[in-house]
Each structure stands twice: as C-alpha cells, then as structure tokens.
C-alpha cells in the first residue's frame, strides 16, 4: 500500500513556525522526511528547537529569521529556501497573530494594517514568491491557516484578527480557482481552540474554561492535531480537494 505521508525529496516552506501550529507541523513533515525550512520573527529559541527535532529524526531543516509583514522579507526567504533546497513544493501559511485585543473604537490604523499584513497579505506574497517554481514543475501544495474566527467573528476585541482570516478564507478558494488547472492545490485548515501560545497570551483562565465547556469534545485541540491535517491536505491523499477549508474544533463549529 503507498505511504500517502511520505514526504521524501519534498521541500516545504512553513512561515511563523518556532511553536504551536507551525511548529508541530514542521516537525511533522521533518519525519516523514521533507526538507524543512521554517520562518520565525523574534523566538530564535523555538526555531533552533524545532530544527534539532528535526535533525534528531535524521531530517533536514533550517530556520530563517523574517519579518513576514514585509514582502522583501518574504522573497529573500523564498530565495533562500531555493537555495538550499530547490523549489518550494509545499507552503504552509501559518505565520499570524492577534497583536492585542481592540475594540472598534480603539483600533488605530497602524495596527489594523499591521494584523491584517502579518496574518492575510504575508500568505498572499508569500504565494507571489512560491507560484513560479511551482508552475515550472506542473504540481505544488499550498496550505493556509486560518481561524474559526474568520467564521464566527470571533471574540470581542480581535475584529481585525478575524477579518484577516476571513480574507484567508476567500483568498483560498480565489487562489484555488487560478491554479487547479496547473496543478497546484489550494487547501485551507481553520483551527478551533488550539493549545498554542495565542491562548496563553490572549485569553484568560476563565474564558478558556467556558470555551471547553462550550465545546462538544470537552477539550482544546493540540497543534499536533491541526498538524496531521495539514500533512494529509499537503499529501496525494488529497489529491482531489481543491480550494476547500477544513475545520478543525472538537465540534464548536459545525457546516
């Protein structure tokens, strides 16, 4: 039977991946034998961890310092990547963030701009910067992460948060669209409450425990579990979807 997860002779470019999500998944496709090559901004330590994993696992990885929210950032990135490993077959959109809870009336422009770059226009760049090598060889993955909050609004005070991620959801399918017929796949995961650093940093003891109560597996999801999903999209186990978003929450939100 074909191992779908085997990922050997594949080059897989993950932004924001010194932990959480990112991290697991890099450390995933680290395993199954990609060449991994992970983005992070300020946690050089996270970074250095997740290559060691790899490496550990008798991979190859190798951590670059970016600022996503700047395009020139993305492509010396990209350019590094293909330096070291060739073309990029698999991007993985996951750098983003909160930044800080505002409500309407306290948002400044700045930081609108700031959220709604490092979470929606970095994946739309980064794309810019991976397509062409992609097309060169007829076939390539792109995988985004977006949010439940891109679904629901999200909770008070992240309104530019969740309108990034809802522009993730339709830059998927608008993205999908452009490049089925070339062989690229666009696929998206929206995680739910996910055991990450974002939760550590942006919401109370108290609302994680109602978020549980609230959830109908019990229980906050691990960046293990959005991983997994992410490799699967990423694999010829997916090899017909095509601009489709894949919730990943224990059941809060259903379609």
Request: hydrophobic share 45%.
């Amino acid at each position: 039977m074909k191992n779908f997860f085997d990922f050997t002779g594949k080059t897989v470019l993950i932004t924001g991946a010194s932990s959480g999500i990112g991290r697991a998944t890099a450390e995933l496709f680290g395993r199954q034998g990609a060449s991994v090559a992970i983005t992070y901004h300020n946690n050089s330590a996270g970074a250095d961890a997740a290559v060691a994993a790899i490496s550990e696992a008798s991979g190859k990885a190798i951590a670059i310092k970016a600022d996503v929210r700047e395009k020139a950032e993305i492509d010396a990135t990209v350019r590094h990547v293909e330096s070291e490993f060739g073309g990029v077959d698999i991007l993985v959109n996951n750098a983003g963030s909160l930044v800080e809870r505002l409500r309407t009336m306290e948002m400044t422009e700045e930081r609108w701009n700031e959220v709604m770059y490092l979470n929606a226009t970095s994946a739309f760049f980064a794309v810019q910067a991976v397509v062409p090598k992609m097309l060169e060889k007829g076939s390539g993955v792109i995988v985004n992460v977006t949010s439940i909050a891109g679904r629901n609004g999200g909770a008070l005070g992240s309104i530019h948060y969740s309108s990034a991620k809802a522009a993730m959801l339709t830059m998927t399918k608008g993205l999908a669209k452009e490049f089925a017929s070339q062989g690229i796949r666009v696929n998206a995961v929206s995680p739910g409450v996910i055991d990450t650093p974002y939760h550590e940093t942006f919401t109370t003891a108290e609302i994680m425990e109602n978020l549980r109560k609230a959830i109908p597996m019990g229980r906050e999801g691990r960046p293990d579990e959005v991983a997994g999903v992410i490799a699967f999209l990423a694999s010829d186990a997916a090899s017909y979807l095509c601009g489709e978003t894949i919730e990943i929450n224990g059941g809060l939100l259903m379609d």
